[in-house]
């Protein structure tokens, strides 16, 4: 008996093994087998049964890992498309998404809920007496994605609705419904640190049904656990962080995509993969229905519920008729103190309104957005920032060479002592990290508990879930924080959010920076006046009259939509073209530049063999944002076109291309972070 086997190396080939006598009952597509190759021996994946053939030069597999299949016949179809689709090879897809390294043994750990009849589905039962009354908007809602459910076939809907509206209740009730009907559930959040409040809800709400919990702060055996847990049948929840996307779960029947806009779902590293994306492929191949939430859906989602391919429901209202928070918008170019600096990280107006709410026995949330590591140059009469005049984004500030910069096309002007908007406004730096907002905000209320929630704070697996505790209980007065803040949180004892610089948002080298900064000053609007003290928000920018602010700040997403798609039509961006970028890569810059040249060349030249030159545009090769991390220098350029196909079809030959030694290449397909 033959077999196809995909192994962890960068080709997209697939190789042929004969499978002994003594292991053909046991060897079947999803086993993890050790074949030999090159003079060594690696770990592989079965992906097709070949039949018998009498081959004498073919190899034989030497033995089998663990127990049993790692995932099943049925999702292969799933996982090759994803391999198609990223231009990733199956076999680093494969060893990427499945919880298991090396030749470790797959012993069987006993799973929570193991040894209960899979599929029983009298076990669902709601908990604690306690009933949630549903409002018009949310009782619409939900007998609408039930009937898209019980029609058994794919469907999309896009659930609209504001901060606060009652979109997990919704959730809730339809996990209960789908798993009384013995369907399999796949829940979707875009921050580790939002599945602990998540989980407490779903053990709360269904006590006898097990939950399989997959992200990447869980230690492998712990998700092999809930891997396998899933694969048998002995569990039929699953809920996690993108990569529970790729969870084996049995006669899947809904998933629910939450927070659906945040780019967290964009894996920027090794595979790049979009959860979000690939929720609505594995809907589609399954046929279940899949139910994108979000208070601000990315314009793309939005666009495409505009015309038709997502069912749109909205929710336009809190629960409980609660109003949303008030936003104040504090123009930082008025700020004048004894103290300059200091007033330009937290206002006048900001402190006052945090001494009344501290004063009150109320919690305060500060939220920066340092995302990109890049200090601002804006002018501090008008506020403005020098934008590409090619691309229409941000140029970015070389104080070596004393010019700003297009990280997309290349483009230089000379950087000026005044702005060049204005005419005579100065031109000064902006900007500083959450340590050094936290420790102005401890000497502005030396008595208050303050905490910090950023990267540095959250590296330890639980430290999510510590922070956000003692915030709950109520032993924090203030917690600064960036973006992962602003997402989901449901917190009563919130009532004012300040959003301490709008501008590192606004004024990132990316075209979707306005939709980023109006999501995340919406998003974090949100967490405030969620109990019975109404909320309220402030606002601090160089920026008061940008169109992303002033929607925001009348929570009229409608409005911004209209506004963002107009420019995204006529700059040709994003829902009207697709894009793929390349990032080169290398340890000496005068090859890292060669290697990008020479990629670019090739890309034209494939463009009128292929046929493509009316179809593509290549724009660059340009120095990336972060052009040197970690030791090696990065340059990237961008294909951008209408149709997928022409765009795969270019990527996949232009990434052929051999380039000097020691120099990377990656492909990003649909990319979501540009640095």
Known sequence: MLVQVALDIPTEKTFTYLVPVPLRDVVGIGSRVAVPFGGRSLVGYVVSLEGEADVSSVKEIEGTIGEGPVFCAADLPFYTWVADYYLHPLGK??????????????????????????????????????????????????????????GGSFQSCLLHGVTGSGKTEIYLRLIAHVMKENGGVLYLVPEIGLTGQLISRLRERFPSEPLAILHSGLTTAKRREAWLSLLRGGVRLAVGARSAVFAPVGNLRLIIVDEEHDESYKQDERMRYNARDLALVRGRMTGATVVLGSATPSVQTYYHALLGRHRLLVMPRRV????????????????????DEESLILSRYLRTAMRETLNRGKQVLLLLNRRGFHTLRLCRECGGVVRCRNCSVSLIYHAAEGVLRC?????????????????????????????RLAEAVSRFFPGSRVARMDRDTTKGRGSHEMILGALGRGEIDILVGTQMVSKGHDYPGVVLVGIVSADTALHLPDFRAAERTFQLLTQASGRGGRGEDPGRVIIQTFNPGHYALQWAKNHDYAGFFRQEIDLRRQLGYPPFSRLVQFLVSGPGEEKTVEAALLLAAEGKRLMGTLGLRENVEIVGPAEAPIARLRGRYRRHLLLKGRDSRDLHLLAAEMGRLRLPRAVE????IDPMNFL
Do not use: M, W
């Open 93 to 150: 897809v494969l060893a990427e998404i499945l919880p298991f390294r090396g030749r470790e043994g797959s012993r069987r750990i006993k799973a929570e809920g193991e040894g209960k009849t899979p599929g029983d589905g009298g076990r669902v039962s709601e908990a604690v007496g306690v009933r949630h009354l549903l409002n018009a908007d949310q009782r619409r809602v939900l007998d609408e994605i039930r009937r898209a459910v019980d």
């Open 665 to 668: 290449l990656r492909v990003d």
């Open 320 to 339: 409980e008729e609660r109003p949303l928070p008030k936003v104040d918008i504090v123009d930082l170019r008025l700020e004048r103190g004894e103290k």
């Open 407 to 435: 990280h997309y096309c290349d483009y230089s002007v000379r950087a000026e002592a005044v702005c060049p908007a204005c005419g005579g406004g100065p031109i000064v730096s902006y900007g500083f990290g959450t340590e």
